[in-house]
């Protein structure tokens, strides 16, 4: 790029680019569409059922039959895919979290319910055990510590089973080390060589999940904290390498999460990585926004767009937010 020559003002005015709509329009160097957007979805048992999650405002666990119609409205406004999480009472957890590999458990029922109704829908399965384990952990302990390699073997059967259920994606929030080669081998083997990978591949131990925690009713179980395999906030070197290295295992696109205090990891990842990118707008960014909204302290619409356009300016090609349905809506209406 040449070099700006001192004192060019007032030859060089940046305002007159700014000063009209339709010139802001033209000059705009990124824009936010709905087919950026990934509704994540949270399940529960039941017909008919739209639950309120108390910790995140405007998002409802939804019955598979009020999935199957979220699927319809996330086709009908222009959104590629639904993330499906589910929500898991008390007495169904176990120390192992058997319940995943369950092809009739709720996920597994949500996925051919919509793809039988919405087929041509993206449809991705969060692979972790925290929904199904009585500890609230993504995988098995051990002598109190979460065990890597029993806990590999168990996802690897979990994306199985959600292949089998017909998820188009899986994608392994767990943070386990060699997740990523044994579930991709694993699906090679079983003829699914078209379910793609999506990694949860620098997922920060983060304040931000507590909403999602509540959602799927992990809150109350979860003992201690995720630090020994979720990322350290301090850390943007070694996302890098996490990326990388789920890339060379066969990630098909990796994510970045949380999104909104991590941009500077999502252009690191696009930038040095280059495969596509998914960023996570997770629940307690979310919240926030809802809540100050709610005070009247910040202008909540239009806070959730530009929230979601500087997610993308940072190099996101994909975003999973709770803001899915309403920032699709506000687009179809001509509304940035
Ligand atoms: C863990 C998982 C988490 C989220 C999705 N899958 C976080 C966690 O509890 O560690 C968070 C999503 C959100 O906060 O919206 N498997």
Redesign the pocket.
């Known amino acids: 790029m040449a070099a700006i020559p001192n004192g060019t003002f007032p030859r060089t005015r940046m305002r007159r680019t700014r000063a009209a709509d339709w010139s802001r329009r033209l000059v705009a160097e990124n824009r936010l569409s709905p087919a950026d957007l990934v509704w994540?979805v949270i399940l529960r048992e039941g017909e008919g059922v739209r639950e309120p999650v108390a910790s995140l405002p405007g998002v409802d666990r939804l019955s598979v039959d009020a999935a199957v119609d979220a699927a319809q409205r996330a086709r009908n406004l222009g959104a590629p895919a639904l993330a499906l999480?589910p929500f898991t009472s008390v007495n169904e957890r176990s120390p192992d979290g058997r319940l995943a590999l369950d092809p009739t458990n709720l996920m597994c029922r949500a996925a051919r319910a919509i793809k039988k109704a919405v087929p041509d829908i993206g449809l991705l399965a969060?692979v972790?055990l925290?929904?199904y384990t009585d500890h609230g952990h993504?995988g098995v302990l051990n002598d109190g510590e979460i065990d890597n390699d029993a806990t590999v073997e168990i996802l690897v059967r979990q994306a199985l089973v959600q292949a089998e259920a017909g998820f188009d994606v899986v994608a392994p929030?767990?943070m386990m080390d060699g997740r990523i080669g044994a579930i991709r081998d694993a699906l090679e083997a079983a003829g699914h060589t078209s379910v793609q990978i999506v990694s949860?591949a620098a997922?920060y131990a983060s304040a931000?999940?507590?909403?999602?925690?509540d959602?799927i009713g992990?809150a109350g179980v979860?003992k201690g904290d995720?630090r020994t395999y979720?990322m350290d906030p301090a850390n943007s070197q070694e996302a890098v390498r996490e990326i990388a290295l789920d890339v060379a295992e066969g990630a098909d696109a990796v994510m970045v999460?949380?999104a909104g205090f991590y941009l500077d990891i999502i252009r690191r990842a696009k930038t040095e990585i280059g495969a596509p990118t998914y960023a996570?707008q997770?629940?307690?960014e979310?919240a926030m926004i809802e809540a100050a909204g709610a005070n009247g302290w910040i202008d909540r619409d239009a806070a959730v767009m530009e929230s979601l356009l500087a997610i993308k300016r940072a190099g996101a090609d994909a975003i999973i937010t709770?803001f899915a349905p309403f920032a699709a809506e506000r687009m179809a209406d001509g509304r940035g």
């Open positions: 994540p999480f969060d972790a925290d929904p993504d929030s767990d949860y997922k931000l999940y507590g909403p999602y925690r959602a992990a979860l995720k979720q999460k949380p996570f997770v629940s307690g979310c709770y």
